[in-house]
């Protein structure tokens, strides 16, 4: 297999500016890069306005980006969208989305909305048999079909939303904060389905959340951003085992441990960009190995490895 | 009633519902609790085990279509032992809330009125409870924001709350309600709504006016993480009823509820390699119908046949420990805390002991 | 018994039922018939239809059958007169005696022409029945369509029709009405076309409103997500949701439209003669209200009655359509 392949989606520079008015305008993106391999899950972290939700938004096109490259498959996707690009776009690329509550239109029944991604041509029948084919595999019964979304749990929607996403059988799949208006027992629930789906389907996950603990286990690569900027990727085990940057750090500190021996006496670490001065402009992308990136300067690089 | 000296909350036999369109929803079914002087007690449970409805039943927050069904909230006003139940409104407000018992909300955002100054806020309570005069009540909230870590606390006074970050705003709420020296406060999950890294503060800060002030302090939550780092006891909820409870290291290290399994193994664990996460099938009970038996028997697979006949009593372990489950009845079979689970109570306590 | 304590035996497929909930419509009507007011008012505008479908038939007269001998007769009904009223009185005379019409009842009265006021009253509600309720319909039509492009397409679009819609807002409603109805001639159609024309930017702006912040939830952005054309998605995942909220606000608007139209009846712009209307009844009656009380009384009791059920019953619906306003 030749390297175009191996990575699913490429994604260069990207910069997703909202204006707001003549002068003024949001770099909820700021020139983030990152490449997901096949058949492996990138989580992608950050606190809420740090740009994560429009980095998995502007890859699907809900949003056009205000510059940069982001390419499925070797295949360009940014600049202006061609009608055969947003097919090719669609059907392999899927989302699920955060809330259970609003991603299921209230007033469509189960069986029109996970339906709603096939082709619209499809004999009736058939596209029935595929829906319940769907709707078994995320663990709901084919008699749900035929209700309506209020009648289901959080959890239970979830799976529909799921099987929406399952239905086209796409290569990619964007979780954008999927589990986090679930309940813990739930949250396990519909992690443990999709790293079924991917090691029956080969998918290929972009896991966005704000939470690191269910990301380090979800994830394979793993991305922290933070104010629009990817701050530092790795492995999970760069991560993990030796994080650089002190945002990253903090992140870590915050998880609660389960364990009341130790929780309570840890102290987390803060960050505070302005006050350590840290000014992200001034940063680069450094390499400490193949897969592990710091966002920043030669000096601030070494006091931190220090 | 028995009060020993530091109970200061005792919550009787609370059984709450509502009236819905769909029929009467069973929300809290015969809950008790009691709170000591300056403990924390975190109440854990998913969304929809009542956790929340019992909160607000102390506070006195009763929505228009919730019945009061049984049971008595007893606290001790002034020397005297009160039900808050049959305070009316107006003596609540009076006497009780914001004064004695304050709440911090989940969202910041909604706890503030936008349209006026955050020194106007925080102040209220302190004129209105305290009598203070307005100059003596500023500089009282100066002192109280510098306290909750809001740098340049003069300032902050004048703005408003859409100047504030959601992490400040959460601060300001928590400053508010510390304010009158509360006996008590309520925490419905106050750092849900918030970033991680703030999350971890906010925590730290409750942790650290808690001791400070005395304050007992009820925690409802669902992150077990959070109770971990909070709790003194614990109390897991799960349908309308308490299923176990027990001193924080009981919960954590010695669970006997296979729901608290189910949550304790749900929950990532981010030192081990990867297992694949325990998930509880199935989904919470609609309390809109009537529960025979135990709610959780469809879900267990540890259930026994009398599991779906009649309600298990509450077994007492210890005298901190209880547990409403049949498994601990001395007729039922022995079961083991699953394996997993064992090896990582284990672990987490040889990591505690190196610390 | 100890093998009540034997394990259960396990049936997984018990455990993910789905959440039994009252399926949305038996939800709406429950709340909607828990508000007595409501009730009151819906019975009260089913018994308005039914009298301006049935109320000629049964009362054996033409709405336009003019007998200048039986003029001005009170109101008579049977068995009711017994009691001292409705008895075909006036002062102590019985008119109906008076102008050899013993034997015939007029439950309403007759106007000065001798035309049975109780067949012309029940023509009059169905007029205006039919002007509120076409009105309303076409003021929903209007008002969605423009919102809905409006608010989707946002940007340079919606900025024109968002001016446009000033504009005419800027006009007074009642000089547009007047001069449309003068334009077009007096008479029904160019009343509900006026009414119609009038009304919809106030729907426009609600259903527009009520876009903008339904093409940001998460349902419209996965079918966006899925590929489904726009059209599909107006019609079917923003629009169904929108609807509650444009009911209530037509089911108000009817009022408001057979209030004007009796406005404009009252200044003499209404329906023309020998069809009635409720206002055009009470300007009718109104003067000769001094000699005749009864000729302007009647119909205009009915006509607040009606006014104040269908304002109830559109308070009623939005309580039961408005999920936000939903107990859990």
């Known amino acids: 297999m030749n390297t175009v392949n191996d990575n699913i989606l490429e994604v260069r520079d990207l910069k997703q500016h909202f204006r707001i008015d003549r002068r003024h305008s949001v770099k909820a993106v700021d020139g983030v890069s990152f490449t997901i391999k096949r058949g492996s899950t990138f989580g992608l972290v950050g606190e809420s306005g740090s740009g994560k939700s429009t980095i998995g938004r502007t890859v699907i096109r809900l949003y056009a980006p205000t510059c940069g490259s982001v390419k499925l498959n070797g295949r360009e996707l940014g600049g202006k969208l061609t009608l055969q690009m947003k097919q090719y776009l669609t059907g392999r690329v899927q989302m699920i989305f955060q809330d259970p509550m609003a991603s299921l239109n209230p007033r469509k029944k189960i069986i029109d909305i996970v339906a709603e991604g096939l082709d619209s041509n499809k004999p009736r029948g058939e596209r029935n048999e595929l829906v319940y084919a769907q709707l078994e595999r995320v663990g709901l019964s084919r008699e749900f079909a035929g209700r309506y979304p209020h009648m289901f749990s959080g959890g239970q929607r979830q799976r529909v939303g799921i099987a929406r996403a399952i239905i086209t059988d796409p290569e990619l799949i964007i979780a954008d904060e999927c589990i986090s208006a679930l309940d813990m027992s739930i949250q396990a629930q519909v992690v443990n389905l999709m790293k079924d789906l991917q090691t029956e389907r080969g998918l290929t996950y972009l896991f966005i959340a704000h939470d690191l603990s269910m990301v380090k286990y979800i994830s394979d690569y793993i991305g922290v951003l933070h104010m629009g900027r990817l701050v530092e990727s790795g492995t999970k085990d760069d991560i993990f085992q030796n994080p650089i940057h002190p945002y990253t750090k903090s992140l870590i500190s915050a998880i609660p441990e389960p364990n009341p021996l130790t929780e309570p006496h840890r102290i987390s670490r803060v960050y505070d960009a302005p006050a350590q001065g840290i000014v992200y402009a001034n940063g680069t992308e450094r390499y400490l190995t193949d897969t592990h990136m710091v966002l920043a300067t030669d000096g601030e690089l070494e006091t931190w490895i220090a | 009633m028995q009060v020993d000296s530091g109970t200061i909350l005792n919550i009787q036999k609370l059984s709450v519902a509502f009236q819905t369109t769909s029929g009467e929803l069973n929300a809290v079914r015969g809950v008790d609790l009691t709170l000591r002087r300056g403990e924390t007690l975190a109440i854990v449970g998913e969304s929809g085990s009542g956790k929340s409805v019992t909160a607000k039943a102390v506070m006195g927050l009763r929505d228009s279509n919730q019945i009061i069904k049984a049971g008595e909230i007893l606290y001790d006003l002034d020397g005297q032992v009160t039900d808050l139940l049959k305070l009316t409104k107006k003596q609540m407000i009076s006497q009780v809330n914001g004064r004695r018992i304050s709440m911090i909300f989940q969202d910041p955002t909604t706890a503030l009125n936008p349209l006026l100054t955050i020194g106007y806020q925080l102040t209220e309570g302190l004129r209105i409870h305290r009598k203070m005069s307005r100059k003596a009540a500023w500089e009282r909230g100066v002192e109280l924001l510098d306290e909750v870590g809001i740098t340049q606390p003069r300032q902050c006074m004048k703005r408003y709350p859409h100047h504030l970050s959601g992490g400040m705003r959460q601060r300001v709420v928590i400053a508010a309600a510390i304010s009158c020296d509360p006996e008590i406060i309520i925490c419905d999950e106050p750092t849900t709504a918030l970033d991680v890294t703030i999350q971890a503060k906010i925590l730290e800060l409750i942790k650290t006016l808690q001791k400070k002030m005395n304050i007992a302090i009820i925690y409802i939550t669902h992150d077990l993480g959070v109770v971990a780092k909070v709790a003194d006891r614990v109390a897991v909820m799960y349908a309308g009823k308490i299923v176990e409870r027990g001193t924080a290291y009981e919960i954590f290290f010695e669970p006997r509820h296979p729901y608290t399994w189910g949550l304790l193994l749900s929950m990532p664990d981010i030192n081990a390699a990867d297992t694949r996460l325990y998930s509880i099938p199935g989904s919470p009970p609609n309390l809109l119908h009537k529960v025979t038996g135990d709610a959780f028997a469809v879900r267990n697979e540890y259930a026994l046949n009398i599991d779906y006949e009649e309600e298990p009593p509450v077994f007492k372990l210890s005298g901190t420990h209880e547990v409403a489950s049949w498994l601990a009845h001395p007729d039922a079979p022995a079961i083991q805390i699953p394996e997993l689970l064992r090896r990582q109570i284990e672990a987490k306590i040889s990591h505690g002991d190196e610390q | ?328």
């Open chain 3, 1 to 328: 018994m100890t093998d009540r304590f034997a394990f259960a035996a396990r049936d997984n497929a018990a455990a993910d039922k789905p959440v039994e909930n009252k399926p949305r419509w038996a939800e709406t009507i429950a709340v909607f018939s828990k508000n007595k007011g409501a009730v009151i008012g819906f019975a009260f505008l089913l018994l308005m239809i039914i009298l301006a479908i049935a109320g000629p038939m049964v009362s054996g007269y033409t709405y336009d059958g003019i007998e200048l001998s039986r003029q001005n007769l009170p109101p008579r009904i049977q068995g009711i007169e017994r009691l001292g009223i409705f008895n075909g009185t006036l002062g102590d005379r019985n008119m109906y005696e008076a102008k050899g019409y013993g034997g015939s009842y007029f439950w309403f009265g007759t106007d000065k022409l001798g035309r049975d006021l109780f067949t012309r009253f029940c023509c009059g509600v169905r007029i205006s029945l039919i002007i509120g309720a076409i009105s309303a319909l076409l003021n929903m039509i209007i008002g969605v369509a423009f919102g809905l492009v409006s608010g989707y397409y946002g940007g340079k679009p919606d900025l024109l029709m968002q001016r446009f819609i000033e504009v005419l807002n800027g006009i007074p409603t009642l000089v547009i009405v007047s001069l449309l109805v003068i334009v077009l001639k007096p008479g029904m159609m160019s009343i509900i076309i006026t009414m119609g024309l009038a009304q919809w930017t106030g729907t426009a702006r609600l259903v527009r409103a009520n876009t903008l912040r339904l093409k940001e939830t998460e349902h419209v952005l996965a079918s966006k997500t899925l590929g489904t054309s726009t059209v599909k998605i107006l019609f079917r995942e923003i629009f169904p949701n929108l609807l509650s909220s444009v009911i209530v606000i037509a089911m108000m608007s009817v009022p408001g439209a057979i209030f004007m139209e009796a406005f404009l009846s009252f200044v003499g712009l209404g329906i023309p003669n020998p069809e009635a209307s409720l206002g055009s009844l009470i300007n009718d009656g109104y003067q000769s209200m001094l000699l005749y009380p009864f000729q302007m009384t009647i119909p205009a009791v009915f006509f607040a009655l009606l006014m104040l059920a269908l304002n109830i019953i559109g308070d009623g619906l939005r309580d039961a359509l408005d999920p936000t306003q939903r107990q859990i």
